[in-house]
């Protein structure tokens, strides 16, 4: 899976439509500080699901709409798409191409949608599960975070790991397995004692 595009409008200083292609291969992008070259990388981990305001560099998640200029009127809605070849079907869905999308009013109202279809963030997170590419993976690496990796303690190192090889997608579902066991062993438990009132 790579990534083709991201659109934006309102997302943050992009307050036109802008829409960024990305060829193949490596992609560097250049200008000046507070140009807004980190609200690229902080659009791409907004529209994976990131819940956090502080983890893009705001204080509220309002604070990633476009709240103006001197010349230009703040607007109320936020919208990041972006655009993935999935031609290789790294991502479980039958298209050759993936478009996932997130907007964000201001009255709060929050929506998400996987190929123009309204979803619900945990369909996103599963869709990207063990891909590489969902919010908690490692493919955005921002100042500091290779020092992290490096003082990270081994369990914390192991789940990196985990998750480059693919293992967190079996640990999730073992885990909801073991939940689903455990409610069916109290549900046995009771039915005994059910029968043994009845006896
Ligand atoms: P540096 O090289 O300093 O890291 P940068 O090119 O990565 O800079 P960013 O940090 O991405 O730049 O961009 C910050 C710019 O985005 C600032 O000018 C800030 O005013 C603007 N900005 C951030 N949030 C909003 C918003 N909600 N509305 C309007 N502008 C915003």
Same mark, same amino acid.
Do not use: C
């Given at each position: @899976? ?30 000046? *500080? ?17 819940? =956090? ?53 201001? =009255? ?10 309204? =979803? ?18 490692? *493919?955005? %690496?921002?100042?500091?975070? @290779? ?29 909801? =397995? ?16 059910? %029968?043994?009132?009845?006896?």
């Amino acid at each position: @899976v790579y990534l083709k595009a991201i659109e934006a409008h309102g997302f943050k200083s992009f307050a036109d439509k802008v829409n960024i292609k990305f060829d193949a291969g490596v992609t560097a992008v250049v200008g000046p *500080n507070g140009s807004g070259k980190s609200n690229i990388t902080d659009a791409i981990r907004w529209v994976l699901g990131e819940q =956090s305001a502080r983890s893009i560099r705001g204080v509220k998640m309002e604070d990633v709409i476009f709240n103006g200029t001197s010349g230009r009127k703040p607007m109320n809605f936020a919208f990041v798409k972006l655009v993935l070849d999935n031609r290789a079907k790294t991502l479980q869905i039958e298209a050759d191409e993936v478009h996932i999308t997130r907007k964000l009013y201001r =009255s709060g109202d929050s929506e998400y949608y996987i190929n123009d279809e309204k =979803s619900r963030l945990k369909e996103i997170n599963e869709l990207f599960l063990d891909s590489g590419l969902g919010r908690n993976a490692y *493919n955005i %690496i921002s100042q500091g975070e @290779v020092d992290e990796v490096l003082k990270a303690k081994p369990e914390q190192r192991r789940g990196l790991i985990e998750e480059a090889a693919g293992v967190m997608k079996y640990k999730l579902r073992k885990k909801e =397995s073991e939940k689903r066991l455990e409610d069916t062993a109290a549900n046995l438990s009771r039915v005994h004692d059910i %029968i043994h009132e009845l006896e």
